[in-house]
């Protein structure tokens, strides 16, 4: 069961915006799922997903690895004097196409999406963080960000300093472990309401 829904979250990741599916005229549906791995501690919850998943992430690190080689050399690049820069080839400010993360900002996860379109999935070993990381970096509510982005709403994110960023099709499948006295705690009358939880697949085998 575990093995099997981390592998729908993989499916969810690669198919991305790539296809939607038109239940009938004017409603379209995107793959988008999050999925809720539940078991006591030690019940081999890590195991069986990183056994689904590893593949993706051994890819995604590359893709992370070389990002950051390439950004250095842009950076090297970009301090060279006008006439330096004409003796050398040029050097494009790379872009990054990460599409697996774990503990992040909304503000960077909008950013990364803008620049990876398809999907960007969130993979949290222990899922309970993720409860807590939506009022981790700001103070109020992050669930209408996560409810809005779940049903393909366009997101944006508006910044004084520099422009801001926006994605017109989110897609961001989720998946994580979870302990089921941690997964009472979602159950609030504000997630019943809002249709937070509803949204939440879960294995509990």
Known sequence: DFMGCSMLWVTSLCVGNAIRIEVKKGWQEACNIWIAVVGKAGIGKSPSIDHIISPLKSINSRLIKDYIKAYEKWQAYDKMKEDEKRQVEDV??????????????????????????????????????WFK????????????????TWSGKSVTVNRISRAGSYVEHPLI?????????????????????????????????
């Not at 196409?97 to 960007?120: C, M, R, W, Y």
């Not at 939506?134 to 996560?146: H, I, P």
């Open 173 to 205: 499948p989720v998946l994580g472990g979870i302990q089921p006295s941690i997964l009472n705690t979602m159950y609030t009358e504000e997630n019943k309401d809002n249709g937070f939880v509803d949204r939440m697949l879960l294995t509990y085998p």
């Open 92 to 129: 494009s400010k790379p872009t990054k196409t990460q599409f697996i993360v774990d503990d992040i900002t909304l503000e960077a996860l909008v950013d990364l999406h803008g620049q990876s379109k398809n999907s960007v999935g969130v993979f949290k070993d222990e899922l309970n963080g």
């Open 133 to 148: 990381d939506m009022n981790k970096y700001r103070e109020g509510s992050d669930l209408e960000f996560w409810l809005s």
